[in-house]
């Protein structure tokens, strides 16, 4: 059977949400905003599923809407706060880390007549609040800043930036990418001190296509997508039920469990580094206090797309990457201090509970193996 240690870029769907997305496609078909019985009753499994990920974040329901996908959340947070506030304030704060979907946005905005200004790692490739607050002034709209990041696991000080940030300019709109923390570390809304948040269906164990934006009351927001009058009038277009009661029935099994889940997958981080140091060539990437869900590694000396090939024939699937970047280097390590090296070679090891310690093992074997017989 094949070794899955991919989920960074996606999880397998769990039972309860694929039962919940079948009954959406063939028994609650109709559209949730269609006046008779059918409608009402797809709106009902829309509500509730609202009030699942509502749960799961502690926050009231109506703050939630839906979208098809993080891309479309960070997008509908970073375009649709800068069009509400950057009349007048055109400068936007970010890390330099940030997924695609951010810092491509934003990068579109500077486009626009917007500043940006890209808070980069100290020298010992670590990211302080101070510096991200120092960034900040009177003309700034917004500071958007992700949780975990997506290819090292390095989890930055969102809770210790925003709280300044918020104390200093409490007029400056706060978003956070929360992609690879929701239902893998304690997201709440209220020690988040986030204004906006962006989670995901497809790493959380529901289907790839949906998402969701928290949007704290009072918060501001211009839609990007315009139509209907669907999730507040936000986000025009008929809501995928199916997609999202999956979801909402994903939330519902992962979020009693985050203790247990969090504890058991540093069990697995733990034993994988201890088996991975027999390999004095492999290096670790990834700092030990980050989201153990995540370790970046590098073989130095072999290519990341050749070593990845090579565990794939052994039916063993890692990243060499962020799954966005297909391969590309994003330049993400290059932030941390590693050189162009350690970047070539380079694989990211995605984890969930279910992985298991005989799985590791014959990761590590395959890793062994691969160095001593790949080349370049």
């Known amino acids: 059977m094949a070794v899955y240690f991919d989920n960074a870029a996606t999880t397998k769907p769990c039972e309860e949400a694929v039962d919940a997305i079948m009954a959406a496609l063939t028994v609650n078909y109709g559209n949730p905003s269609s006046l008779h019985r059918a409608g009402l009753d797809a709106q009902l499994a829309v509500d509730g599923a609202r ?18 996908g993080a891309t ?23 890390s330099s880390v940030e997924h695609p979907s951010v810092g491509e946005t934003v990068s579109d905005l500077e486009k626009n007549g917007f500043e940006a200004v890209r808070v980069h790692p100290r020298d010992d490739g670590r990211f302080y609040a101070a510096d991200f607050v120092n960034a900040c002034d009177e003309n700034t709209c917004l500071i958007t800043m992700m949780q975990v990041n997506n290819e090292t696991g390095y989890i930055l000080p969102v809770i210790e930036t925003f709280s300044a940030v918020k104390r200093r300019f409490p007029e400056i709109i706060t978003h956070c990418d929360c992609v690879q923390a929701f239902m893998k570390l304690p997201v709440s809304t209220k020690k988040l001190g986030a204004d906006l948040i962006s989670v995901s269906g497809h790493k959380i164990h529901a289907a790839k296509g949906v998402g969701a934006l928290y949007v704290s009351r009072g918060t501001r927001l211009t839609p990007v997508i315009t139509g209907g009058k669907q999730e507040g009038g936000i986000r025009s277009g008929t809501e995928s039920v199916p997609l999202i009661a999956g979801f909402g029935a994903a939330a519902d099994k992962l979020q009693p469990t985050i203790n247990q ?13 201890e088996r991975l ?23 130095v000396g072999r290519r990341s797309e050749i070593m990845l090939h090579f ?30 090296r350690r970047a070539d070679s380079a694989l990211r090891i995605s984890m969930t509970a279910d992985n298991t310690e005989s799985e590791i093992d014959l990761l590590v074997q395959a890793i062994k193996d691969g160095y001593s017989e790949v080349r370049g």
């Open 72 to 94: 479309e959340s960070n997008n509908l947070a970073i375009r649709g706060a800068a069009a509400a506030y950057g009349r007048r304030k055109k400068k936007i704060v970010l």
């Open 261 to 273: 889940r969090f504890e058991r997958v540093s069990e697995l981080k733990r034993y994988f580094l």
């Open 277 to 299: 140091a027999e390999i004095e060539e492999v290096k670790v990437n990834s700092p030990e206090d980050g989201s153990p869900y995540v370790v970046n590694i590098s073989a």
């Open 311 to 340: 565990l794939e024939k052994r039916e063993i699937y890692v990243s060499s990457g962020s799954a966005c970047s297909k391969g590309a280097q994003s330049g993400v390590l290059a932030e941390f201090g590693f050189d162009g």
């Open 51 to 68: 009030k699942s990920i509502a749960a799961a974040l502690g926050c009231e329901s109506r703050c939630i809407l839906f979208t098809s």
